[in-house]
């Protein structure tokens, strides 16, 4: 009997003992994981910004005179060489011998400067052939991958920038041969030849194909030589102002690929960077935090029928390209940690943490890219906090 009691007292105690370890060792701490993986990584800058049309013309009257009524109104769209506003004399009068002189004189550097435009454009024109052959022949040479990925982006871009340079360049001669026509507009109304007889009226045309942007001078009235009357553009050919931290600034250079989200419309437009402007300027944030920032002008490189409604000083969002990658080992930016000067990560091994130091590379705005330290389908946990420790059993769901 003596044996059977101690016996059960010994089943007794041991059950005892396995109930005391089971109420108080540490319970399996409920946490949230993620994997390695491996997929394209993007280090990206994201600002407010905003359109502009790049090329304002600000119409004014060559010649004082009295205007007629603007019967155009904001938006309305007009042609190349399109009459804007007539404007009549307000009493014949012959110049005087000096006046006369200078006259004939703006016509004269008017129309050197509509040569040197042309010469220009002829220029750009030459320099924008030779970038598209250089272009397609890349082109060819990276299908075959006999050109690397960097060169034939460099080439490309290099197009692109021809292109651009004969677009201002054509638009300059346009402007040079507008300012030539007004110059002998108030040669002819002024009656500058002796002889001649001063006309009836002068017509101001438009000097592109594009939009009024703004009607300043609507009414009928007098007007003087160079007041403004209205304002021309063309909504197709748009710009982005962005005004980005000076510290994010340095990192952009020409030519970086910018995407424009929140736009209004669907998916992303592509763009480059254009500018960088070497200013900065102080400007007080919402939180009253003095900060410097700079001007990025970008181009929008996505056709206009993707865009046909967005106008001038519309909101966009603009997500600048630094370094992009299509080939990452990475892992959610929740998952790494600092602990001295060393990152790290908690890794899932057989339910429990293990201290995994890493070595970090790009890191992305929700991801991180991972040099050395873990492989790819690792389980990691994300959200670490002090209770998670080296060992600590976990429950993983």
């Not at 967005?310 to 370094?323: I, P, T």
Request: glycine share 8%; hydrophobic share 45%.
């Amino acid at each position: 009997m003596a044996s059977r009691r101690n016996i059960l007292i010994g089943i007794f105690a041991a059950v005892a003992a396995v109930l005391l370890y089971l109420g108080f060792r540490p319970q399996p701490l409920p946490v949230e994981t993620g994997t390695v993986s491996r997929a394209p990584l993007s280090v990206t800058v994201t600002e407010e910004g905003k359109t502009r049309i790049r090329e304002r013309y600000v119409i004014t009257s060559p010649v004082a005179g009295f205007a007629e009524r603007i019967e155009l109104e904001e938006g309305d769209t007009v042609a190349a060489d399109a009459p804007l506003v007539v404007i009549e004399p307000v009493a014949p009068a012959v110049l005087d011998r000096r006046s006369r002189a200078e006259a004939r004189a703006g016509v004269s550097a008017a129309q050197a400067a509509l040569e040197a435009a042309r010469t220009r454009v002829r220029a750009a024109e030459a320099e924008a052939e030779l970038a598209e052959a250089e272009r397609e022949r890349i082109e060819r040479l990276y299908e075959t991958n006999t050109v690397s990925r960097a060169e034939y982006d460099r080439v490309l871009s290099a197009a692109r920038r021809a292109a651009a340079g004969l677009r201002a360049a054509r638009a300059e001669a346009e402007v040079a041969r507008y300012e030539l026509q007004a110059a002998r507009d108030v040669l002819r109304y002024s009656a500058a030849d002796p002889g001649s007889e001063p006309p009836e009226e002068v017509v101001v045309r438009s000097p592109i194909e594009g939009s009024v942007l703004g009607v300043v001078h609507e009414s009928e009235g007098v007007v003087a030589a160079g007041q403004h009357l209205l304002t021309l553009g063309d909504p197709r050919n748009l710009e982005v102002e962005v005004e980005l931290l000076s510290a994010d600034a340095v990192r952009l250079a020409p030519g970086m690929p910018v995407r424009f989200l929140r736009w209004g419309g669907e998916g992303a437009l592509e763009g480059e960077v254009r500018v960088v402007e070497p200013s900065a300027f102080t400007k007080i944030s919402a939180l009253g935090v003095e900060e410097q920032r700079v001007i990025v002008l970008a181009d929008i490189l996505s056709p206009p029928e993707r865009w046909p409604r967005l106008g001038d000083g519309y909101r966009v969002e603009a997500e600048f390209v630094l370094w992009s990658g299509e080939d990452v080992l990475q892992v959610p930016s929740s998952a790494a940690f600092r602990r001295g000067e060393q990152w790290a990560v908690f890794a899932v091994e057989d339910g429990r943490a293990v201290f995994r130091p890493v070595t970090i590379g790009r890191r992305g705005e929700f991801r991180v890219q991972v040099l050395d330290g873990l492989t790819e389908g690792e389980t990691i946990v994300l959200y670490p906090d002090d209770e998670v420790e080296d060992g600590r059993r976990l429950d993983v769901g």
